[in-house]
């Protein structure tokens, strides 16, 4: 996720996105939604192992952050709707034609087969036009999404496939902090115009991130029940319009600003909303469990959306997985965003047809774990001079975001600090045994060191590695046989 200045309503955002599609208990009316799956992991599952688990839990809807063959092709014949992605670093080369048009060709073409990918959306860049890039990516995005949606146009594909820009919440503001007062940000009012009204000829959606989480983690006076959807705390008053969750007068805001720009009717599409579940105070497992509950129960009513737009709302939860890479610059939680585990198991109970029925969702089967070993810190060495430059190495490399005031690891003690620490780095080294050495500090165990809430992780074995580790094994058979064979 961008870092994003704050506005009142937290007019911020964040990356992949599933569709569900599930009946209400009258059999008459669908919930929508979406979660979006990031690839930001030093270690990944398997594409045929998480498209079989979204499977599993009647997911019919993905949505991506690149359009990575391996990945992409692992949908073929599924039948789920996909959406592939342009990042940000590569929009100015999509400045020219002729580039989009072979993108395209390598891209879509190729997948989109009988018996294919069912690719939706080409998202074109990821909120580029954060007010934190400083006008990096205003100059090459517009031009990338038009040369993209002409390529598709050329190749027959228009009218089933469309390519919008994934916007971040702050290309809108309001003077006084009002949906009714809604428009787009002063300084890309004009460029913003001009993609609306592109976007509605080509009948493509307008993607928005909002956050209602970031609101509370960064307002320390903001209404607590306001970022939730239960109602009883404190409601907005919008010239007669009542407010009772920051979600909907984020939305409501947004569609002020395209009914200003001359396009009042335009789909939106929330390409990401959640809460992550560790990393800070209020990123907990209970207080995600209590949003997401609200927000499934509300889109299962398909009379409610927002004030201004009643009715279906097309939503898509961040996030599949957490994902240990992820910038910590926006907060310690950027890594926990995930309503599964890094090894594809599911944090808490849900009801993706928000009638109330919670219950775990469908783990990823067959994941592949390394040895069931830790790395903590070796009391019996009594020597410390050296641990806070180890200590601050290992949370360099590793994630030592659980380690956080008010996180899951909190109340380790001292020597608890040290072994979570070491540990982490031990796993995303891929529990090389240098990697618990720490100047004579570290050992390995066979005993979990976990502790309460907190997990002290066992890492997966690494997809690529695996699929390396398998090539060469059937590399090294084939040669024995061939020699056997010639002998």
């Given at each position: 996720?961008?870092?994003?200045?704050?506005?009142?309503?937290?007019?911020?955002?964040?990356?992949?996105?599933?569709?569900?599609?599930?009946?209400?208990?009258?059999?008459?009316?669908?919930?929508s939604?979406?979660?979006?799956?990031?690839?930001?992991?030093?270690?990944?599952?398997?594409?045929?192992?998480?498209?079989?688990?979204?499977?599993?839990?009647?997911?019919?809807?993905?949505?991506?952050?690149?359009?990575?063959?391996?990945?992409?092709?692992a949908?073929?014949?599924?039948?789920?709707e996909?959406?592939?992605?342009?990042?940000?670093?590569?929009?100015?080369?999509?400045?020219?034609?002729d580039?989009?048009?072979?993108?395209?060709?390598?891209?879509?073409?190729?997948?989109?087969?009988?018996?294919?990918?069912?690719?939706?959306?080409?998202?074109?860049?990821?909120?580029?036009f954060?007010?934190?890039?400083?006008?990096?990516?205003?100059?090459?995005?517009?031009?990338?999404?038009?040369?993209?949606?002409?390529?598709?146009?050329?190749?027959?594909?228009?009218?089933?496939?469309?390519?919008?820009?994934?916007?971040?919440?702050?290309?809108?503001?309001?003077?006084?902090?009002?949906?009714?007062?809604?428009?787009?940000?002063?300084?890309?009012?004009?460029?913003?115009?001009?993609?609306?009204?592109?976007?509605?000829?080509?009948?493509?959606?307008?993607?928005v991130?909002?956050?209602?989480?970031?609101?509370?983690?960064?307002?320390?006076?903001?209404?607590?029940?306001?970022?939730?959807?239960?109602?009883?705390?404190?409601?907005?008053?919008?010239?007669?319009?009542?407010?009772?969750?920051?979600?909907?007068?984020?939305?409501?805001?947004?569609?002020?600003?395209?009914?200003?720009?001359?396009?009042?009717?335009?789909?939106?599409?929330?390409?990401?909303?959640?809460?992550?579940?560790d990393g800070?105070?209020?990123?907990?497992?209970?207080?995600?469990?209590?949003f997401?509950?609200?927000?499934?129960?509300?889109?299962?009513?398909?009379?409610?959306?927002?004030?201004?737009?009643?009715?279906?709302?097309?939503v898509?939860?961040?996030?599949l997985?957490?994902?240990?890479?992820?910038?910590?610059?926006?907060?310690?939680?950027?890594?926990?965003?995930?309503?599964?585990?890094?090894?594809?198991?599911?944090?808490?109970?849900?009801?993706?047809?928000?009638?109330?029925?919670?219950?775990?969702?469908?783990?990823?089967?067959?994941?592949?774990?390394?040895?069931?070993?830790?790395?903590?810190?070796?009391?019996?060495?009594?020597?410390t001079?050296?641990?806070?430059?180890?200590?601050?190495?290992?949370?360099?490399?590793?994630?030592?975001?659980?380690?956080?005031?008010?996180?899951?690891?909190?109340?380790?003690?001292?020597?608890?600090?040290?072994?979570?620490?070491?540990?982490?780095?031990?796993?995303?080294?891929?529990?090389?045994?240098?990697?618990?050495?720490?100047?004579?500090?570290?050992?390995?165990?066979?005993?979990?060191?976990?502790?309460?809430?907190?997990?002290?992780?066992?890492?997966?074995?690494?997809?690529?590695?695996?699929?390396?580790?398998?090539?060469?094994?059937?590399?090294?058979?084939?040669?024995?046989?061939?020699?056997?064979?010639?002998?």
């Amino acid at each position: 996720m961008g870092q994003a200045e704050t506005l009142m309503w937290g007019f911020l955002s964040c990356i992949c996105v599933l569709w569900v599609s599930a009946a209400t208990s009258n059999a008459a009316e669908t919930i929508s939604l979406g979660v979006n799956w990031g690839g930001m992991s030093s270690h990944h599952m398997l594409p045929s192992t998480v498209v079989e688990m979204i499977k599993a839990n009647g997911i019919k809807k993905v949505k991506l952050f690149e359009s990575d063959n391996w990945t992409v092709k692992a949908f073929a014949g599924t039948d789920i709707e996909v959406m592939v992605a342009i990042p940000n670093d590569k929009l100015a080369h999509f400045g020219k034609y002729d580039h989009a048009k072979d993108w395209v060709q390598q891209n879509i073409s190729q997948h989109i087969k009988d018996g294919g990918v069912n690719i939706k959306y080409v998202a074109v860049g990821n909120e580029p036009f954060l007010s934190a890039y400083n006008g990096s990516n205003l100059k090459t995005t517009f031009p990338a999404l038009q040369n993209i949606q002409r390529a598709l146009n050329e190749h027959g594909y228009g009218d089933k496939i469309k390519a919008s820009i994934p916007q971040n919440a702050d290309v809108y503001e309001s003077a006084n902090d009002t949906p009714s007062e809604g428009q787009f940000r002063s300084d890309i009012k004009d460029l913003m115009h001009q993609i609306v009204k592109f976007l509605h000829d080509n009948n493509a959606p307008f993607i928005v991130n909002i956050y209602p989480f970031l609101s509370l983690y960064q307002n320390p006076n903001f209404p607590f029940e306001l970022a939730f959807f239960d109602g009883g705390g404190k409601s907005i008053n919008d010239k007669g319009v009542q407010y009772t969750n920051v979600f909907d007068a984020n939305y409501d805001t947004l569609v002020w600003a395209l009914t200003k720009a001359g396009v009042p009717n335009l789909k939106i599409v929330v390409g990401e909303i959640g809460w992550p579940t560790d990393g800070n105070k209020f990123a907990t497992v209970g207080l995600a469990k209590k949003f997401y509950s609200g927000l499934l129960k509300k889109m299962a009513s398909s009379k409610k959306g927002t004030p201004l737009r009643p009715g279906h709302l097309d939503v898509y939860l961040f996030s599949l997985f957490d994902e240990d890479q992820k910038s910590i610059a926006p907060g310690p939680f950027e890594r926990h965003w995930g309503i599964f585990r890094y090894d594809g198991k599911p944090k808490f109970a849900m009801d993706l047809t928000g009638q109330g029925q919670e219950k775990y969702l469908i783990a990823a089967q067959g994941v592949q774990y390394l040895t069931k070993q830790w790395c903590v810190f070796n009391k019996e060495q009594n020597k410390t001079d050296t641990v806070p430059d180890d200590l601050s190495y290992a949370c360099s490399l590793g994630d030592c975001t659980a380690l956080g005031y008010g996180s899951s690891c909190n109340h380790l003690d001292y020597y608890g600090n040290i072994s979570y620490a070491y540990n982490m780095y031990f796993q995303i080294q891929d529990q090389d045994v240098q990697a618990c050495d720490f100047h004579g500090t570290g050992m390995l165990t066979t005993v979990n060191a976990s502790t309460g809430s907190c997990l002290f992780p066992v890492q997966i074995e690494n997809a690529g590695k695996r699929v390396q580790l398998m090539s060469l094994t059937s590399m090294v058979l084939l040669s024995f046989f061939v020699g056997l064979a010639l002998y």
